[in-house]
């Protein structure tokens, strides 16, 4: 299983010389499974890159998309995903009902003159919603893929990709909180992440700002490693940095991070995710 970043940023894309290092676009990682098979998790503007990147490659586009949930900064990047637009694409989308939907009124929202000037009617790609997710596990070749509800306003759904004994979680926009309703809470998404080799998990508000933004579905980095720590994952990744957040700053929030892991005294890898960051897990 490789796993590669396209878009780690939350909330809105913050292109500039601050965000050279860990890169302004929104939300999309690419996975490809020990089988071939590719799986694109979120389509926010990160997106854009990836099908630039597949057509450059001549490849046949066929893969499974899965939408953690419907807010603009993990979807928007669809109507420039270039391989919608050529006839042979094949896309297979799974994940949270309502962010299909929402995808799909990007293109045309049959109100006034929609969003984006094709609809998604008049797409080449067949695109295909799966909608299994929800209730039962995904099967792809020998990798099964699990979802979780996420604690994050309008709802969502967070990954779980297993590969034999090797698996890597995804739960961006994640508020970890003890009063969140049961089945959310610090300690059902520790069971969820249980022994991962990989969680990338949202952190985008630092301990300062975070009781400002109470209920907004985000968590601090000191929530992440909690979490991390608890599930007895091998090693987490930072995700969903703040639009506002500088390179310094993220860098600042990933020593900070690992000086926490070290004072707990746990055996942890952490750092921030940065566009074009490729992570492998050997086959087990």
């Known amino acids: 299983m490789d796993i590669r970043f396209w878009g780690t940023r939350g909330s809105i894309a913050s292109p500039g010389p601050g965000t050279v290092k860990y890169g302004g676009n929104t939300a999309c990682v690419e996975v490809i499974l020990t089988s071939g098979h590719r799986v694109v998790i979120d389509a926010g ?7 630039d990147h597949l057509l450059e490659s001549g490849e046949k586009v066929d893969l499974t998309l899965l939408l953690s949930h419907t807010h603009w900064d993990h979807v928007l990047g669809m109507p420039f995903f270039k391989p919608v637009y050529q006839e042979g694409t094949r896309i297979a989308v799974d994940g949270c009902p309502r962010a299909f939907y929402g995808m799909a ?64 979680v995804f739960l961006t926009d994640n508020e970890l909180n003890p009063r969140a309703p049961l089945g959310r809470q610090p300690e059902d998404f520790a069971i969820f992440a249980r022994d991962a080799e990989v969680l990338i998990h949202d952190a985008q508000y ?14 601090t980095y000191i929530d992440a490693v909690e979490l991390a720590l608890a599930a007895r994952v091998r090693r987490l990744i930072l995700f969903h940095h703040d639009p506002s957040r500088t390179d310094a700053q993220i860098t600042r929030i990933e020593a900070r991070a690992r000086d926490l892991v070290r004072e707990l005294q746990g055996h942890l890898e952490v750092e921030a995710a940065r566009e074009g960051l490729v992570i492998h897990l050997a086959d087990s």
């Open 45 to 51: 503007t990160g997106i854009r890159a990836l099908g």
């Open 105 to 168: 009124m990007i293109f045309d929202n049959h109100k006034g003159n929609g969003f984006f000037p094709v609809a998604f009617n008049d797409l080449k790609a067949r695109i295909d919603f799966l909608d299994q997710l929800p209730r039962h596990p995904l099967h792809l070749g020998s990798a099964v893929i699990t979802g979780m509800e996420i604690n994050h306003p309008q709802g969502g759904m967070g990954f779980r990709l297993q590969e034999g004994r090797r698996a890597m």
């Open 206 to 219: 630092t301990p300062e700002e975070i009781e400002a933004h109470r209920g907004w579905g985000h968590s």
